[in-house]
């Protein structure tokens, strides 16, 4: 049972267009969630969290929306560039346990 | 800040060998240690949590006698593979985390690329 889920395998995005990853999760008892950008054969590089007191964390051009009723998270990438093109995985923890993480999403970049 | 190493980046053992690898928070004290592991083309899965001085704890359906972790350290934790199989090749990914950081945001190392002949 996959309780944290990315549903869209790739997405293609044109330069300087906005990127929106989303990812949905079931247990409830979740109560942090993470964005990781990943390159093969690497280890996820941290992007941006939010915990779920919250519904909007904001760094750079990464934004993150949590909607805790529809247990749906989204990460919005404005402008996007080139160097954006990587595995996005979406992860989710009970306090500071350990992540459970989605099957990522392949985001390219058209120039 | 916050970076996190492994050594071996890679290896390639025989069967039947133990591997070990190492996972070291550079510049801060890792308190808590986790191990995943990633298989071709699928997400990182869990394998378990190490907490300095204490006995790690294991994920359903790890084989704690076969993934030995020790947390030695504030900055040094081990995973040994023993008794190693084709099946256990695999993308070995450590994290950290620090109360000195979010506690609940983990930093990962690069990953050791494990492959068994």
């Known amino acids: 049972d996959q309780q944290v889920k990315q549903n869209s395998p790739s997405l293609s995005v044109q330069e300087g267009r906005i990127s929106i990853l989303n990812c949905d999760y079931t247990?409830?008892?979740?109560?942090?969630f993470l964005w990781y950008k990943k390159y093969p054969a690497e280890g996820p590089t941290f992007l941006i969290s939010?915990?779920?007191?919250?519904d909007k964390n904001e760094d750079g051009r990464f934004t993150v929306f949590l909607n805790k009723s529809a247990k749906h998270l989204s990460l919005h990438i404005v402008p996007s560039q080139p160097g954006d093109s990587a595995v996005y995985f979406c992860?989710?923890?009970?306090?500071?346990?350990?992540?459970?993480f989605g099957k990522g999403t392949h985001l390219i970049i058209q120039p | 800040g916050a970076v996190v190493s492994q050594h071996p980046s890679w290896v390639i053992c025989k069967s039947g060998t133990s591997v070990k690898i190492e996972c070291r928070s550079l510049d801060f004290q890792a308190t808590t240690m986790f191990w995943y592991r990633q298989f071709p083309k699928q997400s990182l899965m869990l394998m378990a949590t190490s907490n300095e001085g204490s006995k790690a704890t294991y994920e359903q359906g790890v084989e704690k006698d076969k993934f030995l972790i020790n947390h030695a350290s504030l900055t040094l934790s081990t995973l040994t593979v023993t008794s190693a199989h084709p099946e256990d090749s695999s993308f070995y990914i450590c994290?950290?985390?620090?109360?000195?950081?979010?506690?609940?945001?983990?930093?990962f190392g690069p990953g050791t690329r494990l492959t068994v002949t």
């Open positions: 992860a989710a923890s009970v306090g500071a346990d350990g992540l459970t």
């Open positions: 247990n409830s008892m979740f109560d942090y």
């Open positions: 994290s950290a985390s620090s109360p000195g950081l979010a506690s609940y945001e983990q930093y």
């Open positions: 939010i915990s779920s007191i919250k």
